[in-house]
T-cell receptor, first 112, second 114 residues
C-alpha cells in the first residue's frame, strides 16, 4: 500500500536548526513535495525533489534518497514565524494518473 | 492577483440540508482538486478534475459531488450533509496534473454539520 510517515510534533529553539523527516512506501514514485501550513491557513509550497540529493532554497533545504524512501526538510536560523505544520507529499504514478499522497504533517513549535 | 478563492469560508449547517462550496481560480489551470483535512489524518483527496468536463474520484468521494463546466470553477456539492462531513475543506489547482507543478490552495472552508 501507499504510506507516508512523519513525526507528529517537534520543538526547536529560535535561531537553531531543525530537521523534519519523512519516510514513504509508494509504488510509481514521481517526486516529493514539502508544504508549510500555518494553523487554520492553506498549505503553501516549499520544495520539490525528484532526484536524489539536496535542494537548497534560502533557509530551507530538502533532501531525497529514493533508494531509502526517505526525505528530510532542514530549516536553519529558525524564526518564530516558522512555527507551523510541515506536510510531506509524494507524487505517485498510479494507473497512468499522477496522484499526491499526503503525510499527516509535523507540527513544529518554535520556542524563544 | 493569481489566486484560488473559496466560498463560504465558514459554514454551520444541519444534517440533510444540501450545500455547495464554490471554488474558482484565475490562473487558467487545467487541474483542480478538493481535499478535506481532519486532525491526525492529513489531507485526503475527495475529487479531482483534469480539465473541463473531466472529473474523477479521489480517496474519499462518498457523500460528495463535483462538476467542472468551466475551466475556472470547480464547485463541491454535499447533497445530504452528515456530521461526519464536518471538516476543513481545501480547493487546489495546478497548471497540469502530469508535471511536477506544485498545487495552489484556496483559503479553506470550515464546515460544521450538526
Amino acid at each position: 500500500g501507499q504510506n507516508i510517515d512523519q513525526p507528529t510534533e517537534m520543538t526547536a529553539t529560535e535561531g537553531a536548526i531543525v530537521q523534519i523527516n519523512c519516510t514513504y512506501q509508494t509504488s510509481g514514485f514521481n517526486g516529493l513535495f514539502w508544504y508549510q501550513q500555518h494553523a487554520g491557513e492553506a498549505p503553501t509550497f516549499l520544495s520539490y525533489n525528484v532526484l536524489d540529493g539536496l535542494e537548497e532554497k534560502g533557509r530551507f533545504s530538502s533532501f531525497l534518497s529514493r533508494s531509502k524512501g526517505y526525505s528530510y526538510l532542514l530549516l536553519k536560523e529558525l524564526q518564530m514565524k516558522d512555527s507551523a505544520s510541515y506536510l510531506c507529499a509524494v507524487r505517485a504514478n498510479m494507473d497512468s494518473n499522477y496522484q499526491l499522497i499526503w503525510g499527516a504533517g509535523t507540527k513544529l513549535i518554535i520556542k524563544p | 492577483e493569481a489566486q484560488v478563492t473559496q466560498n463560504p469560508r465558514y459554514l454551520i449547517t444541519v444534517t440533510g440540508k444540501k450545500l455547495t462550496v464554490t471554488c474558482s481560480q484565475n490562473m487558467n489551470h487545467e487541474y483542480m482538486s478538493w481535499y478535506r483535512q481532519d486532525p491526525g489524518l492529513g489531507l485526503r483527496q475527495i475529487y479531482y478534475s483534469m480539465n473541463v468536463e473531466v472529473t474523477d474520484k479521489g480517496d474519499v468521494p462518498e457523500g460528495y459531488k463535483v462538476s467542472r463546466k468551466e475551466k475556472r470553477n470547480f464547485p463541491l456539492i454535499l447533497e445530504s450533509p452528515s456530521p461526519n462531513q464536518t471538516s476543513l475543506y481545501f480547493c487546489a489547482s495546478s497548471p497540469r496534473q502530469g508535471y511536477p507543478y506544485e498545487q495552489y490552495f484556496g483559503p479553506g472552508t470550515r464546515l460544521t454539520v450538526t
